[in-house]
């Protein structure tokens, strides 16, 4: 049983800041790759935020801008999502994703967070 743990999101102000993390938990496993953040927005569909491999390497999606920085710790099995400069365009459910091997197979396995709502609002 793998869960993927979200927190940090809420009500934030325009040009506020925000951070998110995610927690994998699990009570066994063999690694942990690649792991990221999507968001959804009412009507939109569901897009790429960042994401980060195991030794660090991050990708961002087209419209952080230099807002956002992703980060993990592997000790912790946390990934965090440090938003910054917030904007009402960025009101969305956030979702935790991770690629985790599991014991017995050969093949990572991508697993979701159920989600932590950010609402960016006067």
């Known amino acids: 049983q793998v869960q993927l743990i979200e927190s940090g999101g809420g009500l934030v102000q325009p040009g506020g800041s925000l951070k998110l993390s995610c927690v994998v938990s699990t009570r066994t496993f063999i690694s942990i790759g690649l792991m990221g953040w999507y968001r959804q927005a009412p009507g939109k569909q569901r897009e790429l935020v960042a994401q980060?491999?195991?030794?660090?390497?991050?990708e961002y999606g087209d419209h952080e801008m230099g807002r956002f920085a992703i980060s993990r710790d592997n000790v912790k099995n946390t990934a965090y999502l440090q938003m910054n400069a917030l904007e009402p365009e960025d009101t969305a459910v956030y979702y935790c994703n991770a690629w985790i091997l599991l014991p017995g197979r050969d093949v990572g396995v991508e697993h979701w967070g159920e989600g932590t709502l950010v609402t960016v609002s006067l």
């Open positions: 980060i491999t195991t030794d660090g390497r991050a």
